[in-house]
T-cell receptor
Framework: GEKVEQHESTLSVREGDSAVINCTYT??????FPWYKQEAGKSLHFVID?????DRKQSQRLIVLLDKKAKRFSLHITATQPEDSAIYFC????????????FGGGTRLTVRP | GALVYQYPRRTICKSGTSMRMECQAV??????VAWYRQSPQKTFELIAL?????????EQNFTQEKFPISHPNLSFSSMTVLNAYLEDRGLYLC??????????FGPGTRLTVL
């Protein structure tokens, strides 16, 4: 089955700098790649997603890149703020509905003031 | 807007007892419902995926005998954790989807087993 690996388990950046979280996946049939944020003691909050028909998507300070050939995708958070501090999870799914997601292990992002 | 509610939000049960949790989709039709578990300090594991008009599919390491799921209509699903033990503790998430749209997650049910 699909395996999603999140390369950075922790990441610390200074406020205003960019943060990059990288994920790789194994299933070439995966076509939907969402990102979620989990704050302490809380559930998952959808952040941004990308589908396999594009290789870049931006939403305000968030940029997602997808390299299908390398089976790699990444989340770039620009101009980080302390409130960006959380655990970020990448996920992959075979269909655009994202009904069956395989999650990465999570990256704890700390933004230092 | 699309919302997913889960209840209870937190529950404690004694080892060996069972616990039922519910998931309700509001504002959209949940044609698929996926149940996930996040064990302490771990990522989210898919327990099972329920799609209307299809059989419920359980992932490896999870069985219907242990985690029976009901998905009777397009707005409701429930899952029971039977004979809960320490390894069953964690955050149980319900993710509901409609067709080719993103999956909406509920706030989760946090299960503590004593």
């Amino acid at each position: 089955g699909e395996k999603v690996e999140q390369h950075e388990s922790t990441l610390s950046v200074r406020e205003g700098d960019s943060a990059v979280i990288n994920c790789t996946y194994t299933d070439t049939a995966s076509s939907y790649f969402p990102w979620y944020k989990q704050e302490a003691g809380k559930s998952l909050h959808f952040v941004i997603d990308i589908r396999s028909n594009v290789d870049r998507k931006q939403s305000q300070r968030l940029i997602v890149l997808l390299d299908k050939k390398a089976k790699r995708f990444s989340l770039h958070i620009t101009a980080t703020q302390p409130e960006d501090s959380a655990i970020y999870f990448c996920a992959a799914s075979r269909n655009n509905a994202g009904a069956k997601l395989t999650f990465g292990g999570g990256t704890r992002l700390t933004v230092r003031p | 807007g699309a919302l997913v509610y889960q209840y209870p939000r937190r529950t404690i049960c004694k080892s060996g007892t069972s616990m039922r949790m519910e998931c309700q989709a509001v504002g959209f039709q949940a044609t698929s419902v996926a149940w996930y578990r996040q064990s302490p300090q771990k990522t989210f594991e898919l327990i099972a995926l329920s799609t209307v008009n299809s059989a419920i599919k359980y992932e490896q390491n999870f069985t219907q005998e242990k985690f029976p799921i009901s998905h009777p209509n397009l707005s409701f699903s429930s899952m029971t954790v039977l004979n809960a033990y320490l390894e069953d503790r964690g955050l149980y998430l319900c993710g509901a989807g409609q067709g080719a749209t993103e999956q909406f997650f509920g706030p989760g049910t946090r299960l503590t087993v004593l």
